[in-house]
């Protein structure tokens, strides 16, 4: 994980990888949580037998916003940020799902710093490029711009 000292630092690191999270896993457990949670019961994601027959992956897949939950959690794997007072996801730009999830297949969370911008009101933003690598497939499962927003502490008085 890279550690660095304060949101100003972002200003200088445009265009520069930020780094990878580990692989995790998205098993059948997961995608069922998933599809309770939403309630998008879609036999694609939930019915191994019929997705065994009828799917090229042969198996079921993980709902396409299920890959882009993942994108905070492992998020925080890549980078931490000391004197932070709170962080905001912002939104997403262009969200493109490229390849299928098969159910008991790995991913894994690569970013890249498009920009940082010092904002009015003190904070950074900053516009994350976001690869969300599929185990195994030349394609990723998703690509996505990813806004951020870290607000530095007060300063002590």
């Known amino acids: 994980m890279a550690k660095f000292s304060h949101p100003d630092v972002f200003l200088d690191l445009v265009g520069e990888e930020l780094g990878l999270s580990d692989w995790v896993p998205v098993d059948q457990t997961m995608i069922d949580a998933f599809a309770d949670a939403t309630n998008d019961h879609q036999w694609v994601h939930v019915d191994p037998v019929r997705a065994a027959r009828e ?4 198996t079921t897949i993980a709902h396409g916003f299920l890959v882009l939950s993942l994108l905070a959690p492992l998020s925080y794997e890549i980078f931490d940020v000391d ?14 799902f490229t ?3 098969p159910a008991g297949s790995r991913v894994r969370l690569r970013q890249v710093l498009a920009s940082a911008e010092k904002r009015d009101d003190g904070g950074v933003s900053l516009v ?8 195994g497939s030349e394609r990723p499962a998703a690509v996505v ?3 951020r927003l870290i ?6 008085i």
């Open 55 to 58: 799917l090229p992956t042969g």
């Open 128 to 135: 994350l490029d976001a690869t969300i690598e599929l185990e």
């Open 99 to 101: 390849a299928m999830v």
């Open 83 to 96: 004197h932070v007072a709170h962080e905001l996801n912002y939104g997403l730009n262009k969200v493109r």
């Open 151 to 156: 607000y530095p502490e007060e300063p002590a």
């Open 145 to 147: 711009q990813n806004l």
